[in-house]
């Protein structure tokens, strides 16, 4: 379970995804440790910081690029820094000045191998038969609901239809967007922004799916879109905001069309979590958020206490603890509105079940996994099979099947009681041998050791080992904590069982 819209106080957060800057000094990539597709020219002999923010001197680069500029040219990459991935903070200097350059970001992925068997494109996105064909929930959809209460006119003068339409990396077609921003803005207001969703989605286009070159031309510090976004609003010009956004799907549209985008994808063999998280961001806005109300089911006390692992927590779990790689199965037990479940099918693209027995849960993940879905495809993608069950996951006939199958169970049991860890434990040793099992408490009691008396004990079978999680790695509290990996292991059953015939 994943995404922070119940957060201790009981008190509802449903859009609070956090970005996080990372300053590092990069380094080449290995080919055989490749994250995703094209990465981003690394900085050289850049220093280390301990700020959040790095404010470098800008670099000068080309003008306005002309249609031909925005195809690959044959010349050496132009190293440059990656840039934030922070939420948008539109700027208020008007000035044409260049803006500082981002703080760098890590050139490839840690603790992760390279999975040569995960192809990533969608061909149904790229295809002009399906083009058309798409079902999802626009942007405008979601401030259209409560446009008198939560939003106004994001320009003065805009009419209250005011609407434009945005081009993603496919041949899927464009999302609306209405003009309009929330009345409140603050750092804890939650509601949706369609101004920063905008840039978010071209700040991910930029980092994970342009070539060096076209990157250069998209980025520029200068003429680059997201900063002449930027620019509009500052100016508050709905007219110069138009002319942004109609450059881009023209530039971004042309690059598809070229097959550049479908070519960079089949490069990749998995999901930046970054560009994983920004589309479970989009999908669970535009359901679960709106029916979060419905989740005030679940009550303290129980086997039924709601809480969530955050998505960088997750991603965590998936690379670096499990290993997980897009040929294996996932469950999760307890999977509430299937956050988890949807991020290991994007992310590692493996085979990803959930099931859950809370009714308004299970609408509200079935609901989003439509969505999601949908997302995927606007954004190219292929994820992996998904499969959300209903009821209670130890008399499931469906999860009964699939345990054998598994190579990784997430059971998020912190606010289990004792009597159905144990009945879990009885539901483990059905899994095969090395299978690993991710849990908030450990199903093994401390100390425990094998002997003539507990032989038989589910117990014997799990290797459990302690890990922490930092802050602000789940719903129920910002502070740091521990988990468990365990894995099953009958080897030391059996050489007991054969020292003591």
Request: hydrophobic share 35%; charged share 30%; net charge positive.
């Amino acid at each position: 379970m994943s995404f922070n819209f119940m957060l201790k106080g009981s008190s509802a957060k449903v859009q609070n995804l956090q970005i996080r800057k990372e300053v590092v000094t990069t380094k080449p990539a290995a080919p055989s440790r490749a994250l995703s597709g094209p990465q981003r020219p690394n900085a050289s002999n850049t220093p280390k910081s301990n700020s959040k923010e790095t404010n470098g001197a800008a670099n000068g680069k080309v003008g306005k690029a002309s249609p031909n500029q925005l195809k690959v040219q044959k010349r050496a990459p132009v190293k440059r820094r990656t840039p934030s991935e922070a939420t948008p903070a539109f700027s208020s200097d008007d000035s044409d000045e260049e803006s500082p350059e981002r703080p760098a970001k890590k050139a490839k992925a840690e603790a992760h191998d390279l999975d040569t068997k995960r192809r990533v494109r969608c061909r149904e996105a790229f295809s002009e038969d399906k083009k058309g064909d798409l079902s999802m929930v626009h942007a405008a959809d979601i401030t259209s609901l409560d446009r008198a209460t939560k939003y106004v006119l994001a320009f003065e003068g805009a009419s209250e239809s005011s609407e434009v339409i945005l081009q993603y990396p496919s041949a899927s077609p464009r999302e609306r967007y209405l003009l309009v921003k929330p009345k409140i803005i603050k750092s804890d207001n939650n509601d949706f922004n369609a101004l920063e969703d905008i840039i978010h989605v071209m700040r991910q286009v930029i980092d994970h799916y342009l070539p060096p070159e076209q990157r250069d031309i998209f980025d520029d510090d200068r003429s680059g879109f997201p900063q002449r976004l930027n620019r509009s609003v500052h100016h508050k010009s709905e007219e110069e905001l138009r002319k942004v956004i109609d450059d881009w799907n023209k530039a971004l549209q042309e690059l598809v069309d070229e097959g550049i985008i479908a070519k960079a994808l089949d490069e990749w063999h998995s999901i930046h979590p970054k560009l994983a998280e920004r589309i479970l961001s989009q999908a669970c806005a535009r359901t679960v958020s709106l029916g979060v109300k419905s989740l005030r089911e679940y009550e303290n006390g129980t086997d039924n206490v709601y809480g969530e692992l955050l998505p960088r927590f997750v991603s965590k779990i998936l690379r670096e603890d499990t290993h997980m790689k897009s040929d294996q199965v996932f469950i999760d037990l307890g999977s509430g509105v299937g956050n988890v479940v949807l991020q290991a099918a994007l992310e590692v693209g493996c085979e990803s079940w959930g099931c859950e027995m809370m009714k308004n849960s299970c609408n509200l993940a079935e609901t989003q996994q439509k969505e999601f879905q949908a997302r995927c495809r606007l954004w190219g993608l292929k994820p992996g099979e998904i499969h959300l069950e209903r009821g209670d996951f130890l008399t499931n006939t469906a999860i009964a099947k699939v345990i054998p199958r598994a190579d990784v169970v997430l059971v998020n049991n912190q606010a289990f009681t004792p009597e159905l860890n144990e009945r879990l434990t009885s539901l483990f040793l059905d899994l095969k041998e090395g299978a690993r099992i991710v849990s908030l408490k450990s199903f093994v009691p401390a100390g425990r050791k094998i002997s003539a008396r507990n032989l038989n004990s589910p117990f014997n079978v799990l290797e459990p080992e302690q890990k922490e999680y930092y802050s602000e790695c789940v719903s129920w509290t910002d502070a740091p904590g521990t988990y468990y990996v365990s894995r099953k292991d009958t080897r030391k059953i059996r050489a007991f069982a054969a020292r003591n015939k």
